[in-house]
């Protein structure tokens, strides 16, 4: 009988570890390096670090859904000169140890060409120096802040610094309301974007003349805001200004609301998704949020890109799967025009990595943002910026992103 339930234990415990190396091979998003579809004579795998987990699953998601879209879309038009490009995905989760997991798969185990991501700046200044030993590209597609290009020569981004957005949204908060005077600031302290955003609205606040009030912190883990948003209503603002993540960011919005606060709300980019709505819900309303992209920019591939959107996700396109495209597009475009100078199939990986790396921040990318370049250093050259106004319907479930005229 003792043996008999030793040997069921060895077996059990066999059989465990047969169903974790099955789960891991049969995993659709994880390619082994003995799959011969991420041989780049078949296929041509690109490196997707987003968060699938944690509380910021909901920006990565957004992300993911862009880059499906892309992936369609490219292939659909022949690929790179006729291969097809295949994108492997690895969850990042939402810390730094995360994503430094799943880069180091993504180059060691996948043998991608470049990655794109990660998700946030905070896991970028971790994960992004492993792209940069390894010498593949990694371009970010949603981190904004300050000093992401400069770690390194194979980072690059696509998605606009905090330091050329932010500023708009406070200069559009000042034509609905010229009277604004006395600014509260709050911030997450606890992450790197937020930071770099924070600062960037602090300068703006103070060279528009107007008083910075108040600077009030806290972490993007937190749930309750009582004591910052009473401690600033006291000093009776006229327009809050948050830089948060959707989840934070939306509680602190509704807090400030039930606490009584009257004022404008301006929200930083971790506002930038539909996912806010469903946080502060009818308090949401008002909350003025600076965009890199508009659904309704003219322009063929903008069209194309949002009409396979709404098909598939039944919403406008949000900021950051817009982002996810352009980062794909720009993969797609600097190999075709690598492969027509120095066939890709003859090059070995290291070689790809590094001249995809050079050929990329060459070019110039007409892409659902717009016209985008890269400066020597790798951040995005972009032209058109934007504001939007949440508005929510009465119920306070649905709301949407109204883009306002901004001088
Ligand atoms: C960053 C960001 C995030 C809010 C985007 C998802 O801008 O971390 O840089």
Do not use: W
Not at 4 to 28: D, E, R, V, Y
Not at 107 to 120: A, E, H, M, S
Not at 294 to 309: E, G, M
């Amino acid at each position: 009988m003792k043996n008999a339930t030793a040997h069921q234990t060895a077996f059990l415990f066999i059989c465990s570890l047969l169903l974790i190396a099955c789960g891991k091979t049969s995993n659709p998003h994880q390619n082994s390096a003995n799959n011969p579809t991420t041989n780049t004579s078949d296929v041509i795998p690109i490196g997707i670090a987003f968060a699938q987990t944690s509380n910021v699953a909901l920006l990565g998601q957004e992300g993911t859904d862009g880059v499906k879209i892309a992936q369609k879309y490219f292939n659909d038009k022949g690929g790179i000169n006729g291969k097809p490009i295949k994108l492997v995905f690895q969850d990042t989760g939402g810390d730094e140890a995360g994503a430094i997991n799943a880069f180091q798969t993504l180059i060691n185990q996948d043998k991608v060409v470049g990655i794109i991501g990660p998700t946030l700046s905070q896991q970028a200044f971790s994960a992004d120096p492993v792209a940069e030993r390894n010498k593949l590209p990694v371009l970010g597609a949603s981190n904004t802040a300050n000093g992401i290009p400069e770690i390194g020569d194979y980072v690059a981004r696509v998605s606009s610094s905090v330091a050329v957005v932010a500023p708009y949204s406070v200069k559009a908060a000042l034509q609905q309301n010229p009277q604004i005077k006395r600014v509260a600031v709050f911030y997450a302290q606890n992450d790197a974007f937020n930071k770099s955003e924070t600062e960037i609205f602090q300068k703006t606040v103070k060279d528009l003349g107007l008083n910075l009030v108040t600077v009030q912190k806290f972490q993007t883990t937190d749930t309750d805001f009582q004591a910052q948003a009473s401690d600033a209503i006291n000093l009776k603002p006229d327009l809050a200004i948050i830089s948060g993540l959707a989840v934070d960011g939306g509680n602190l919005v509704k807090q400030l609301r039930e606490l009584g606060y009257k004022g404008l709300i301006i929200g930083g980019n971790g506002f930038n998704t539909s996912h806010i709505f469903s946080v502060c819900r009818a308090f949401c309303e008002g909350v003025i949020v600076a965009q890199a992209y508009s659904p309704v920019y003219p322009s063929k591939i903008n069209t194309a890109f949002r009409k396979a959107y709404i098909e598939q996700y039944q919403r406008e396109p949000p900021q950051v799967s817009a982002q996810a495209f352009a980062a794909v597009q720009v993969y797609v475009e600097a190999l075709q025009s690598l492969d027509k100078k120095s066939k890709i199939n003859k090059l070995s990986l290291a070689q790809l990595r590094t001249q995809l790396n050079q050929e990329l921040l060459k070019g110039t990318y007409q892409t659902p943002l717009g016209e985008i370049a890269f400066t020597s250093a790798g951040d995005v050259i972009q032209k058109e910026f934007y504001v939007a106004q949440l508005k929510m319907e009465p119920n306070g479930v649905k709301g949407k992103f109204s883009f306002l005229n901004i001088k």
